[in-house]
């Protein structure tokens, strides 16, 4: 049995994250937690995160959890959802300006004026960058359910795990060594979400 710690600072809808990963993970222990103890003794570490990324490094810092996400993002399995893929970057435009965590080179935009609604909210396909473990019987092109109004702009395209277009193309997920992040919600995009969590859950990182 492994351990799983969601890393809960009060933002977003982590409940539906563990039941997610309980779902695929039936036998390990799944857990939200907040304790900087609890993370760094976890096998895997998965950092959600919705709303605003000001109001979201506030509670990080509140909480004194940025240095325990650092490292943990070069040490173990590690898996953002949605704004826990944004706050991995260095800066973004939201709230005035925010400072990220800078364990990724690149910045996070605002998406440009257009005739699309924005935010960019439903059902999108993804086309699959690399043959990462994480794409496991996911096809290219599966869709997945997003709700965001910035994207990732990142600096270095080796990192580039994922690609999806909403009046541009924009990267939806990235990965590097045992990292790997999505703009996307895999918990609330049924089958091939699940397929996700279940892909890390037993990825060797």
């Not at 900087?36 to 506030?58: K, N, S, T, W, Y």
Request: charged content about 20%.
């Amino acid at each position: 049995m492994q351990s799983i710690a969601i890393i809960d600072y009060g933002m977003g809808n982590v409940r539906s994250v563990q039941k997610a990963i309980e779902h695929v993970a039936p036998n390990d222990q799944v857990f939200l937690t907040d304790d900087v103890d609890l993370i760094q003794e976890a096998d895997r570490i998965v950092f959600p995160g919705q709303g605003a990324m000001g109001a979201c490094m506030q509670a990080l810092n509140e909480h004194g959890l940025a240095d325990v996400i650092k490292k943990s993002a070069h040490e173990k399995p590690f898996l953002g959802i949605c704004l826990g893929l944004q706050l991995l970057f260095d800066h973004s435009q939201e709230n005035g300006g925010t400072e990220g965590l800078s364990i990724l080179s690149g910045d996070v935009i605002h998406f440009p004026k257009s005739d699309l609604k924005i935010p960019h909210m439903g059902w999108n396909t993804v086309k699959q960058s690399n043959d990462h473990p994480l794409w496991h019987d996911i096809d290219d092109n599966s869709r997945f359910y997003s709700v965001h109004s910035y994207y990732v702009a990142q600096s270095d395209s080796s990192v580039v795990a994922g690609i999806t277009n909403y009046g541009q193309d924009f990267t939806c997920a990235v990965a590097k060594d045992n990292m790997f992040a999505v703009q996307f919600h895999p918990e609330k995009s049924q089958h091939d979400g699940l397929q996700l969590l279940s892909n890390f859950v037993n990825w060797k990182g």
